[in-house]
């Protein structure tokens, strides 16, 4: 009886294992295949607890520069800066989950507001990062419209241009345009 | 006797002054940056940040935002928790808007994440000046902690 029972939960345990790693529960292989250029030197960050001494341009679009950071724990993060002061980020965001395939993009785009009575913001800047096979951000307007249509390239989206107006979210598409996440 | 107490008297009066300059150099010495900062809600917690919460010091938003006094801010960092709880990718259902503000308006991004830490300099949000550093309740629940640095 001992037996036939150990012998059970070792099968269950055996299924459970394959569902699981079948099921894409243990590894996400949402991924930036952009490793960026050399090594470049980050200074001018005061902050206690994401300690960056180096990263790597994964690009410079419209006067931006896009990098991709580690903390000395090896922890990864992301960052923004002006292209006239490269190895200066002026955002870092560090976070874990980024890329996974249930988070493939993560915005820093810039919104402003001018009204006090109500939380409508517009956008004055457009850039972020996306995992591989996400090919363009959509941004929509409050009442679902599309209002700003943004395509990625090396894992890096940016705009020159960005309409006025409120923006309420936005989504990722694929290569067919088929929505792939959309923005809480 | 009395030039014996007088000889120590001397003595002291030499150390006190010796230690009154020590410390007025030491405190000169001091980096001009650790004069200015502001924490929400403290400097070593977190809080929760709703629809309701003000720090009631004329923020942008009377409600649903924290707000430091105007100065001339380095950057603002922010860390959020998965509190009450993040998805297997680390999302919370809180959103908070973090960045700068003035008189005219009211700049920042967007994050969702719980375990995250942040940091923003105003320059990057194209504003200089005297700001204010905010974080500004969007949605949901969100656990944090704010800081700026001047």
Known sequence: MKVALALLLVVGAALAGLLVSRGGASRDTAELSNRGGPT????????????????HVLATRHGRVFYRLRTVSGEPC??????????????????????????????LSVYEGTRHDALELSLIRV???????????????PNGDIALTVPVRGNVY??????????????????????????P | MTRCILEHMKRFVLFVTACVCVAAVAALARPTAASASWCWPSCSSYGLLGQSTSTYTGCWFSNGEVCSYYNSWFNLGMAKTCY???????????????????????????????????????????????????VTWYAGTNQVNAAAIG
Not at chain 1, 127 to 138: K, T
Not at chain 2, 91 to 99: D, H
Not at chain 2, 104 to 130: E, H
Request: aromatic content about 10%; overall charge positive; some cysteine.
């Open chain 1, 127 to 141: 850039e972020g990062f996306a995992a591989d096979g996400v090919a363009a951000i959509q941004f929509f307007r």
């Open chain 1, 78 to 107: 992301f960052g923004v800066g002006f292209a006239t002061d490269v190895g200066t980020p002026g955002s870092v965001v560090c976070q874990r989950g980024f890329p996974a395939g249930g988070d493939p993009v993560l915005d």
């Open chain 1, 40 to 55: 470049v030197a980050i200074r001018g960050l005061r902050m206690k607890l994401a300690t960056i001494r180096t990263g």
């Open chain 2, 84 to 134: 009450p709880g993040c998805d297997w990718n680390f999302n919370t259902t809180g959103v908070v808007l973090y960045g700068f503000e003035n008189h005219d308006r009211i700049r920042g991004r967007f994050s969702s994440r719980g375990a995250v830490t942040l940091y923003v300099r105003p320059a990057d949000l194209s504003m200089s000046g005297l700001l204010r550093a905010q």
């Open chain 1, 158 to 183: 940016s705009a020159a241009s960005i309409p006025r107006g409120p923006i309420a979210g936005y989504a990722a598409v694929d290569e067919d345009g088929k929505r792939v996440w959309r923005s």
